[in-house]
C-alpha cells in the first residue's frame, strides 16, 4: 500500500511538474520534487518499501526527461544509498538537518547533472544558466523541503494509522 | 570467508563502475527505440494532456473574461448584457487567434515537402537540466524519432521519441541538441547547440566573417533533417577572443518556448529518419 501510495504521489507530482509549474513565475527553476520523498525514504523507511519506489521514480524521470536512459535511475539510487547511509551517523529528528538534507540532495542531483554534461554527454554544452539554477534550487529547498518532508511524514503516519486499523479487522474476519 | 567491510567495498566498487558503464553507453544512444519510457509515456501523457487544456481553458477566462469583467464592474447596470458580449467575444477572439495559428501552420506546412503533421504540446520536461516537451501525436500519426519540429516562428526541435499517441520533443535549446545553421546574410555556417535559459549557441564560426547583432541565422539543411531555410533565431551577442579562429556567438530563437503551444512535425525521406 505504501508503495502503491508513494508511485501515485510520484505520478501526481511530475505530471504538476511537467503542466502547471512552468507556467509560473519564479518556479521555472525549482527543484526536483521527488528528492524529499527520496530523503524521507531513505531515512525513515525500510529497504522493502524504498527500493522499488527508487526505481519507479528513476524510470518514470528517466522516460520524460530529455536526457539518457539511467542517468535519474542512477543519481537517485546514489542518493538514497548516501543518505541512507549518512543516516547511522545523524540525529534525523532535527529539523535543521532534514532542511539540510534536501539541500544536499539537490546539490547532489546538480552535481551528478553536470557531471554527465562535462564528461559523458556527447558534445552537450553546459547551459549557461547551470549556477542560476543550482543558486534558486538551493533556495527553494532551504525554504520548503523541511516543509515537504514535514507534510510526507505526517501523509505517512496517517496511511500506518489507517492501515493499522484495516488489517486487525482483516484478521479478525478470517478469525485469525 | 569475506568481512563485512571487504564486501561493501566491492559493492561500491561494482555500484559505481555500473552507473558509469549504463550512462557511457546510454549516452551513445540517449533515446531507446523500445522500453519503459513509452510506458511511462503513455501513462503520464494523457493526464498532462487533460491537465493543460483545463489550465488554457481556464487562463483563457482568467486573461479574457474575468480581468475584463472587474474593469466593467463600475458600470453594474449593463453588467449583465456586457458580459454575455464578452463571453462572445471572446469565444470569437479565441476562435481567431485559432485561426490565425493554424492558418499560419497551414501555410508552413505547404513550404514542407509531404503532409506536416500538426501536433499539440502536453507537457514540458521534468528536469530543468534539459528541454524537451511532449506533444499528442505519435506513430498512429505519422511520426517518428529524428523527424524535426517547427512552427510558424521557426525550428523547435527534433523528435526523440515516439508512442503510438504520443512523442517526446528535444528542443533546440536543450545542451544535446545541435542544428546546422548559417547566417542568413554573410551565409557564415556554424553549429547551434543548446544553452537554456531560452539562448542558443552558435558554434564553430570563423572568425573572418563579419556577425552583427540582430543577424538572421537559418538551418542550413546539411544536417540533412532540418529543411533548408527555415528560420532560427537572431544574433544576440558576439564575442571574439584574442586568440582562436572561432568566435562566440549567441543567438535569441524565434520560437518562444514558454509559450509554445502548437507544432507541426516535419515529415522527411525514410533513410535520414534515425533507427
Known amino acids: 500500500m505504501t508503495i502503491f501510495f508513494y508511485m501515485l504521489v510520484s505520478l501526481c507530482l511530475v505530471i504538476i511538474k511537467t503542466t502547471l509549474i512552468p507556467g509560473l513565475p519564479l518556479f521555472d527553476k525549482f527543484y526536483d520534487l521527488l528528492i524529499?520523498?527520496?530523503?524521507?525514504?531513505?531515512?525513515?523507511?525500510?529497504?522493502?518499501?524504498?527500493?522499488?519506489?527508487?526505481?519507479?521514480?528513476?524510470?518514470?524521470?528517466?522516460?520524460?526527461?530529455?536526457?539518457?536512459?539511467?542517468?535519474?535511475?542512477?543519481?537517485?539510487?546514489?542518493?538514497?544509498?548516501?543518505?541512507?547511509?549518512?543516516?547511522?551517523?545523524?540525529?534525523?529528528?532535527s529539523l535543521i538537518l532534514l532542511a539540510l538534507s534536501v539541500t544536499f540532495g539537490v546539490v547532489f542531483e546538480a552535481l551528478v547533472m553536470s557531471g554527465y554534461m562535462v564528461f559523458l554527454a556527447p558534445a552537450a554544452l553546459i547551459p549557461t544558466d547551470t549556477v542560476k539554477t543550482i543558486l534558486m534550487q538551493i533556495i527553494w529547498s532551504l525554504a520548503t523541503g523541511p516543509v515537504i518532508l514535514l507534510i510526507i511524514s505526517w501523509t505517512q503516519k496517517q496511511i500506518d494509522t489507517w492501515r493499522a486499523r484495516i488489517f486487525p479487522d482483516l484478521l479478525n474476519m478470517n478469525g485469525e | 570467508m569475506f568481512s563485512k567491510k571487504m564486501v561493501m567495498i566491492v559493492g561500491l566498487i561494482a555500484l559505481v563502475t555500473i552507473s558509469i558503464l549504463t550512462l557511457s553507453l546510454s549516452s551513445r544512444e540517449p533515446y531507446p527505440a523500445y522500453g519503459p519510457g513509452r510506458i511511462a509515456i503513455s501513462l503520464v501523457a494523457p493526464f498532462q494532456k487533460m491537465i493543460v487544456g483545463t489550465t488554457r481553458y481556464f487562463r483563457g477566462i482568467w486573461e479574457h473574461y474575468f480581468f475584463l469583467i472587474s474593469v466593467a464592474e463600475e458600470n453594474r447596470t449593463l453588467r449583465d448584457e456586457l458580459s454575455q458580449a464578452r463571453a462572445l467575444a471572446h469565444e470569437q477572439r479565441e476562435a481567431a487567434l485559432a485561426n490565425e495559428r493554424l492558418r499560419r501552420l497551414l501555410d508552413l506546412g505547404k513550404k514542407i515537402s509531404g503532409p506536416p503533421i500538426a501536433a499539440q504540446v502536453v507537457g514540458k520536461d521534468p528536469?530543468?537540466?534539459?528541454?524537451?516537451?511532449?506533444?499528442?501525436?505519435?506513430?498512429?500519426?505519422?511520426?517518428?524519432?529524428?523527424?524535426?519540429?517547427?512552427?510558424?516562428?521557426?525550428?523547435?526541435?527534433?523528435?526523440?521519441?515516439?508512442?503510438?499517441?504520443?512523442?517526446?520533443?528535444?528542443?533546440?535549446?536543450?545542451?544535446?541538441?545541435?542544428?546546422?545553421?548559417?547566417?542568413?546574410?554573410?551565409?557564415?555556417?556554424?553549429?547551434?547547440?543548446?544553452?537554456?535559459?531560452?539562448?542558443?549557441?552558435?558554434?564553430?564560426?570563423?572568425?573572418k566573417h563579419d556577425v552583427v547583432v540582430g543577424q538572421v541565422v537559418v538551418s542550413s539543411g546539411m544536417d540533412g533533417v532540418f529543411p533548408k531555410g527555415l528560420p532560427v533565431g537572431a544574433v544576440a551577442t558576439i564575442e571574439k577572443q584574442e586568440a582562436g579562429i572561432f568566435q562566440e556567438v549567441t543567438i535569441r530563437p524565434y520560437v518562444d518556448f514558454e509559450r509554445l503551444e502548437e507544432v507541426i512535425v516535419v515529415p522527411i525521406p525514410e533513410r535520414v529518419v534515425m533507427p
Open chain 1, 36 to 93: 524529499p520523498i527520496i530523503i524521507y525514504l531513505s531515512l525513515f523507511r525500510s529497504l522493502r518499501e524504498g527500493i522499488p519506489i527508487v526505481l519507479f521514480f528513476g524510470l518514470i524521470m528517466d522516460s520524460l526527461c530529455g536526457g539518457p536512459m539511467g542517468l535519474y535511475l542512477a543519481t537517485y539510487i546514489w542518493l538514497y544509498v548516501g543518505m541512507r547511509w549518512l543516516s547511522q551517523f545523524l540525529h534525523t529528528g
Open chain 2, 127 to 207: 528536469s530543468p537540466w534539459f528541454q524537451s516537451i511532449l506533444v499528442d501525436k505519435g506513430l498512429a500519426d505519422g511520426v517518428r524519432k529524428g523527424q524535426p519540429v517547427v512552427n510558424p516562428e521557426g525550428v523547435v526541435g527534433l523528435v526523440t521519441e515516439a508512442t503510438a499517441r504520443y512523442a517526446k520533443v528535444m528542443l533546440i535549446t536543450d545542451p544535446n541538441s545541435a542544428v546546422d545553421a548559417v547566417i542568413q546574410e554573410n551565409r557564415a555556417r556554424g553549429i547551434v547547440k543548446g544553452g537554456t535559459s531560452g539562448y542558443c549557441v552558435l558554434n564553430f564560426v570563423l572568425r
